[in-house]
C-alpha cells in the first residue's frame, strides 16, 4: 500500500490543548533566540515533535492539520513508512560515497523515473543536486554552456531562491534581496507575468510585451528564459491560457533554453504529475525539487540529452550532489506518486476547497480572488479597488494557528493565504481545516 489509508487517529485534528504556542514551544524558542542567527523567520513558533500523514503534532501535545507541507515538501506526509523504511536501509548500508568518487544505483533509478515522465518527447537526461536553488543555478550553467550566451530572462513576481545568482532572478525585494547586493542585474532581465488580475494584459498583450523586453537586449544574448508554471512565493499566479506555451515559442524561435522551475508546483502538487501539463508547456529543461525527496534534500534537472550532455564532464557535481539517503527517499515518493489513488486524492482535494472558498468571492467583499489548481489552492484579500490587505491576511492566518490549523501567507503583497496540503491528506481532514479558515474570514471580514 502506497498511498496511505485514511486512519482514525490522523483525524482526531485539530485538537488544540494549551494556548499557542504551548509553554514548551516557548521555553524552546527562547532558548533559540540566544543560538540561532536571528535572520530565520518562523510562521509559527512551535516546535513539532512528530508527524501523522496530514497532522503535525508538537512538543505540547496540540495537532495541528498541516496545510503548509513545509512548503510543498512533504507531499506524502512528514513521516511516510516508505520514506522512513528506506531512509532507515540506506542509511544503514552507507550514507554518502560522493557520486563523483563511487557510484551508486539509487542515483541513475531516480534519473529513469524523471527522464520518463517529465514532459517533452526527446531523449532526457538528469542531473542531480540538493537544494532547490541549486537546481536553478545549474540549469543556467548548462543552458549558458549549451548557448554560449550570458542572460537569463525571468518574470515579474518570480522566485527561484536565495543563493546570489536565483536571489537576482527572484523578485520580491524585501525579505529576499534587501541589503544583500550588488545583484548580477546585468545578465538577469525581468518581463510581464501578465497577471490575470492585476496587470491588465491579456495573453497576446503580455507575449507582446515578453518580445519587446527581449528585442530590447537583444535576444541573442539571453542562454535562458526561466518561468514557474504556477507562481509559488509570488501568490499562486496561475498563468493565463497560452501564456506559457506562447513563451516557449518565443524562446525557441531565438535559441533560448526554455527553463520550467516546476520545484513548488510539480510532482503532483497541481493533479497532473507537472503543472506544465496543464498549459501544454514542456521544457527543453524541468526543474524538481521539494517533493522529491519527502523531506530529504534532493533537486535536478533534468531535459533534452543535447543541452545536458553539453556539459565538458566534471562541469557539473557538488559534495552531496544526489546523496544516496535522499535517493532512496524519493523512490518512495515515486511509487506514491506513481499510486493513481494519489492524484484522484488530489481532485478530491481540489473539490472539497473548491466548494468553501469559490463562494466567498462574491459573498465576502475583502475576497478578491481564489485560485490555483489540484492541491495548490490560494486566497487573496484586497480592498475593492484591488489594495492588497497583508495586515488582514497575516490576522486570519494567525487565526488559523490558534485553532490548530497550519497555514501559510504568499505574495508580492503578503496578502494571499496559500493551501499545500500533502497529496495524501484525507480530503474530510483538509475540509475541516478549511471550514476553521473560512470562519476566520468571516470574523475578520465582519
Ligand atoms: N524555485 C519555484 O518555490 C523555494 C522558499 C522558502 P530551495 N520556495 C520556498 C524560503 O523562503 O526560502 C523555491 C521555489 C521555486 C526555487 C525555489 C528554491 O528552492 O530548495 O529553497 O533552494
Redesign the pocket.
Known sequence: MTFAPPDAARLAAPSVVTEIPGPRSRELHAERENAVSSGFGTVLPVFVDHAEGAVLVDVDGNRFIDLASG??VTSVGAAHPRVAERIARQAARFTHTCFMVTEYESFVRVAEWLNARVPGEWDKRTALFS??????ENAVKIARKHTGRPGVLVLDEA?????LL?MAMTAKEHP?RSGFGPLPDDVVVRATNGNALRSGLDTETALAEVARVLEAHGPESFAALVV?PI???GGFNVPQPGFLAGLAGLARAHGIVFVV?E???GLGRTGRLFASEHDGAAGDLT?T??ALGGGM?I?AVTGRSDIMDAVHTGGLGGTYAGNPVACEAALAVFDVLDDPETLQNVARIEQVVRERLDPLVDEIDVVADVRGRGAMLAIEFADADLSPLPELTSAISRACHSSGVLTLTTGTHGNVIRLLPPLIAEPELVARGVDILVAAIKEAAA
Open positions: 512548503i510543498a537544494t532547490g536553488a541549486e537546481a536553478v522566485y527561484h531562491g536565495r543563493s536565483t529576499y514557474e507562481q509559488g512565493e522551475d520545484i513548488q508546483a526543474l525539487a521539494k534534500p533537486s
